[in-house]
């Protein structure tokens, strides 16, 4: 069983940058798809990102040109490099791991498709 946690959230102003890092333990992943989710207060958790065990890549509209995610499987460790972030990226970030071992280009995005998830990252973007 993969276990999750993420790290790199923080407080930060209108046109920073962070990354955040999620480490796997217990099993490797380079064999699943990898995704990243948020949660906004109030407001239902939804997809930012995910990436296929060949790189492909998916992205929410919304953070498509200032997200990028990335793996290193050497290091069981899944980015998201976050720059020019605004006031509405402002949430709690989830790492997970996809649940199925499907083609190699497979870039999951709803939340079933997802298991286990870690703990979270909190990002707070200020104006």
């Known amino acids: 069983q993969v276990q999750l946690v993420e790290s790199g959230g923080g407080l930060v102003q209108a046109g920073a940058s962070l990354r955040l890092s999620c480490t796997a333990s217990?099993?490797?992943?380079?064999?699943?798809?990898m995704g990243w989710f948020r949660q906004a207060p109030g407001k239902e958790r939804e997809f930012t990102a995910s990436?296929?065990?060949?790189?492909?890549?998916e992205y929410l509209d919304s953070v498509k040109g200032r997200f990028t995610i990335s793996r290193d499987d050497a290091e069981n460790t899944l980015y998201l490099h976050m720059n020019n972030l605004k006031p509405e990226d402002t949430a709690i970030y989830y790492c997970?791991?996809?649940?199925?071992?499907?083609?190699?280009?497979?870039?999951?995005?709803?939340?079933?498709?997802?298991?286990?998830w870690g703990q979270g990252t909190q990002v707070t973007v200020s104006s």
């Open positions: 997970a791991a996809g649940r199925f071992n499907n083609h190699p280009s497979y870039t999951p995005s709803a939340d079933f498709e997802f298991a286990p």
């Open positions: 990436i296929s065990v060949d790189s492909r890549t």
């Open positions: 217990g099993r490797p992943f380079s064999d699943r798809a």
